[in-house]
């Protein structure tokens, strides 16, 4: 496996493992979630610049366009639970209330 390759996906899995494991604040839980995001936009970037067509140059945009639009949601879902609940701790969040 090449250098950046092993790069990227030990970056993704990392972001992975930090979302699995690591699930106390809705804060690291959106920060695992754009590393994973943001290690997707590299590996996709260099994977178009390999290629040398034209074809999936616009592919790494739409992945960043996708990210922000998804941090935005997260934080605006952060301050909206922080409040209402006082905290941003994921136990303390119950989804089946209204």
Do not use: K
Not at 68 to 87: I, N, Q, Y
């Amino acid at each position: 496996m090449a250098p950046p390759h092993f790069t990227f996906s030990s970056a993704f899995m990392l972001g992975l493992m930090g979302l699995a494991f690591n699930r106390t604040h809705l804060l690291s839980a959106l920060l695992c979630l754009e590393c994973m995001m943001l290690a997707l936009f590299l590996a996709i970037s260099l994977w178009t610049l390999q290629l040398t067509s034209t074809n999936f140059t616009a592919t790494p945009m739409f992945l960043l366009a996708f990210s922000a639009c998804e941090a935005a949601a997260g934080l605006a879902l952060m301050v909206a639970s922080a409040r209402t609940h006082g905290t941003d701790r994921l136990q303390n969040l119950n989804l089946l209330q209204c």
